[in-house]
């Protein structure tokens, strides 16, 4: 399927790793034009060289994301780079399991301020987007946790607020031709990634986490990725304000 992606130009917080790294490639793969962030100056250059090799134009900057004026600095000189800006996707995490006011502050910090702080500077560009194009998209990755809990943590309500940001901003920019949607992973495996580091560590709650899902296996960066990109593309023109759970069924809640 054509997504109509082709010389889209799209931005990827927390695009050298894991899903953000699987947004990047799959958009690459679309045709479209792709910036991407971290903070690690190295994976940056890797990520970038490797979607160039697609035929696309791509770019990147080691960026903290809980620098909103370092980050509106990027994308406002990214976006006169690639000469605008179509999809913007808020992919980064702190992942803060905790209770404590430390995590709380980590986890709002860069879920939720850095994804407020990127669309606030990558705004008039998804407006001009909209006006021009009939379409723009912004898609936050979340997480089912912000539909469950066990324990007290700061992670699942930080989601939770993602999710609710989002609804409030389709509504509101829906005029302008922006749609706003959050797809929520289950667990998702890869090497370097959490999962793979509990499994090493704490192969108990490794197991018991398999044991919950029924597929009986975790998802992979690029399934979750497919489902991001197919939300920000034309394709699903008339979806905005949505919450597209992929958890392999792990959650037992119903979505009406």
């Known amino acids: ?5 082709k010389g889209k130009n799209a931005i990827v917080l927390g695009g050298t790793r894991g899903i953000g790294r699987a947004i990047a490639a799959t958009l690459a793969g679309e045709g479209a034009n792709v910036a991407v962030c971290a903070r690690n100056a190295d994976q940056v250059a890797t990520t970038v060289a490797e979607l160039k ?12 994301v809980t620098d909103g004026a370092a980050l509106k600095t990027w994308i406002e000189g990214t976006a006169k780079e690639l ?4 999809l913007l996707f808020s992919n980064a995490g702190a992942m803060a399991q905790g209770h404590d006011p430390a995590s709380w502050q980590q986890n709002f910090q860069l879920d939720v301020l850095g994804a407020v702080h990127a669309f606030d500077a990558a705004r008039p560009f998804l407006e001009a987007s909209g006006a021009g194009n009939g379409d ?3 898609v936050i990755i979340s997480s089912i946790s912000a ?7 700061s992670y699942g309500p930080i989601k939770a607020a993602l999710i609710h940001m989002a609804k409030g901003l389709a509504r509101q920019y829906a005029r302008k031709k922006i749609r706003v949607n959050v797809v ?4 998702v495996y890869f090497k370097g990634g959490v999962w793979e580091m509990i499994e090493k ?3 108990d709650r490794y197991n018991d986490a398999m044991k919950r899902n029924p597929t009986g296996r975790m998802a992979t960066p690029q399934e979750i990725a497919s489902a991001a990109v197919f939300l920000a593309s034309p394709v699903s023109g008339f979806t905005t304000g949505s919450n597209l759970v992929v958890d392999g069924a792990i959650s037992n809640r119903v979505n009406f």
């Open 136 to 138: 723009a998209a912004f």
């Open 53 to 64: 090799a697609s035929g696309i134009k791509a770019t990147g900057g080691a960026v903290d």
């Open 201 to 203: 560590n704490m192969p």
């Open 1 to 5: 399927m054509d997504l109509g992606l």
């Open 83 to 86: 000469g605008g800006v179509d």
């Open 147 to 153: 539909a469950q809990a066990d324990t007290a943590s």
């Open 184 to 187: 929520s992973p289950g667990t």
